[in-house]
């Protein structure tokens, strides 16, 4: 079964950084996409970042490009956000998420949510101006 648990979720002042680290059970993420999405009360759910695991292949929304940095630990089979130079507008219910590499699609379909089949529960990162 199965299963993906996000960790590291906190508060944070503007500017500041914070990392997520997503632990992967259930699966060995070969062949696999992983990403961070992120909810925002009374909004959609918005792409963060996409890996592709045990390749180089990344991709990034375009609110957080240049901040926000995705990496992949294979061993542990781990997924991390690292978050830097924070926002206010960066609070949200962050998710983990895993899903089937498709060669034939577009790398940056992977920011998208129907691209998933798998879910963590979340966890909340408030950021304070």
């Known amino acids: 079964q199965v299963r993906l648990e996000e960790s590291g979720g906190g508060s944070v002042q503007a500017g500041g950084s914070l990392t997520l680290t997503c632990t992967i059970s259930?699966?060995?993420?070969?062949?696999?996409?992983m990403a961070w999405f992120r909810q925002a009360p009374g909004k959609g759910r918005e792409g963060v970042a996409c890996?592709?695991?045990?390749?180089?292949?990344?991709a990034y929304g375009d609110s957080v490009k240049g901040r926000f940095k995705i990496t992949q630990d294979t061993v542990k089979n781990t997924v991390s956000l690292q978050m830097n130079n924070m926002k206010s507008e960066d609070t949200a219910m962050y998710y983990c998420?895993?899903?089937?590499?498709?060669?034939?699609?577009?790398?940056?379909?992977?920011?998208?949510?129907?691209?998933?089949?798998?879910w963590g529960q979340g966890t909340q990162v408030t950021v304070s101006s």
């Open positions: 890996s592709y695991v045990g390749h180089d292949s990344v």
């Open positions: 998420a895993a899903g089937a590499f498709n060669p034939y699609s577009s790398f940056r379909n992977y920011l998208f949510a129907t691209s998933y089949s798998d």
């Open positions: 259930g699966f060995a993420g070969s062949g696999k996409v």
